[in-house]
């Protein structure tokens, strides 16, 4: 089985999102062309590093093909739209489960420190991503994204108004979580110069 058809099997919402809104025999026609046209970036991008790969590959290739097959089928605002919805929905699913895990007694805490370690070795120069990185203080974890590889590899495939949808899944992640505030004031697929996170307990 190709790299391609494994990726696009964990992309079951987006999938479905394509077939809700299109007859059966269009859709199917549509994500083996999105397959195929991921085949090609992750040829194309072969020679990523690991750690960029991991955001390529599980995330900005996968949306981008699917995106980019659909708008020429389609037209740009509805293909947006189903990657928007599949995207926002994925991220409300992690949501529950993070929800979830935050209501065990300790956890709120642990969550918070955790983000330091995490956010370096997923979000951090390896891959991709060029970072401030602020002081701790106790039950508050605060990091700027000031480049960012979503954004890079959106524009160079001439898709870079998907970054912003990226943005607005961090908010469905993040943004109600219980005894949690995540708060953000701008981000570079919304126009801003950097992406700021500040994630504190309540």
Request: glycine content about 6%; some cysteine; aromatic content about 10%.
């Amino acid at each position: 089985m190709k790299s391609s058809q494994k990726i696009m099997k964990k992309k079951g919402r987006f999938k479905a999102e394509i077939a809700r809104r299109l007859p059966k025999e269009q859709s199917e026609a549509l994500w083996l062309t999105a397959t195929d046209k991921l085949e090609s970036l992750l040829e194309q991008y072969a020679s990523l590093p690991e750690g960029v790969r991991f955001h390529t590959e599980n995330k900005i290739f996968p949306a981008a093909a699917i995106y980019l097959t659909l708008k020429e089928c389609i037209g740009q605002d509805e293909a947006y739209r189903i990657i928007e919805t599949a995207t926002f929905k994925t991220a409300d699913a992690a949501a529950e489960k993070l929800s979830a895990l935050l209501r065990l007694p300790g956890m709120r805490s642990l969550f918070v420190k955790v983000w330091d370690p995490l956010t370096r070795k997923m979000f951090g120069e390896k891959s991709g991503f060029e970072n401030v990185f602020y002081p701790k203080k106790k039950g508050e974890y605060r990091m700027d994204v000031v480049s960012c590889p979503y954004n890079r590899y959106f524009t160079e495939l001439g898709c870079p108004e998907l970054t912003k949808i990226s943005c607005g899944a961090d908010d469905h992640v993040y943004g109600d979580l219980p005894g949690l505030k995540f708060e953000r004031t701008t981000t570079i697929g919304r126009g801003g110069e950097r992406c700021d996170f500040c994630i504190r307990k309540i």
